[in-house]
């Protein structure tokens, strides 16, 4: 099982009336996400197989130093910062493409391979996969 949290960006302030947090899940799914407004979020897409999970992130226009990725205690966190190139002022007719601070985390409750997790960009996807391990069985003697 693997839990999606959309943790709000602690350098900005929440200025709005909404609810912080809504919590979306669908029956007998095996994950839920959690948003919070005025924070932007990748699209992300959470899978798996038999050998691990597998977490793929839209977000071109970035290098891979512009990502942190770090996994303590089943905890993958996912953040950076894609930032406007504002090589003139403007004045936006239609704007959809968001830029600034983001962080989404995953709790897995599955057992994983924490010192095997590996992570690629490429065409605009990130991509970090994420070994599964069996859990060790213990002989009684």
């Known amino acids: 099982m693997i839990i999606v949290r959309f943790n709000p960006n602690p350098y900005r302030q929440n200025s709005g009336s909404v609810d912080r947090h809504t919590f979306f899940s669908s029956p007998g799914s095996n994950w839920s996400l959690s948003t919070s407004s005025h924070i932007w979020r990748p699209p992300t897409d959470v899978y798996e197989n038999e050998e691990r999970f597998v977490i793929r992130i839209e977000i071109a226009g970035m290098r891979e130093s512009d990502f942190q990725i770090n996994?303590?205690?089943?905890?993958?966190?996912?953040?950076?910062?894609?930032?406007?190139?504002?090589?003139?002022?403007?004045?936006?007719?239609?704007?959809?493409?968001?830029?600034g601070e983001f962080l989404t985390e995953f709790v897995f409750t599955a057992p994983i391979d924490l010192d095997k997790v590996t992570a690629e960009y490429q065409n605009g996807l990130l991509y970090v996969y994420v070994p599964k391990t069996q859990p060790k069985q213990i002989a009684i003697t």
Not at 72 to 99: P, T
């Open 71 to 99: 996994i303590s205690e089943n905890v993958l966190s996912i953040s950076g910062v894609r930032n406007d190139s504002a090589e003139e002022r403007r004045a936006y007719h239609q704007m959809e493409i968001h830029y």
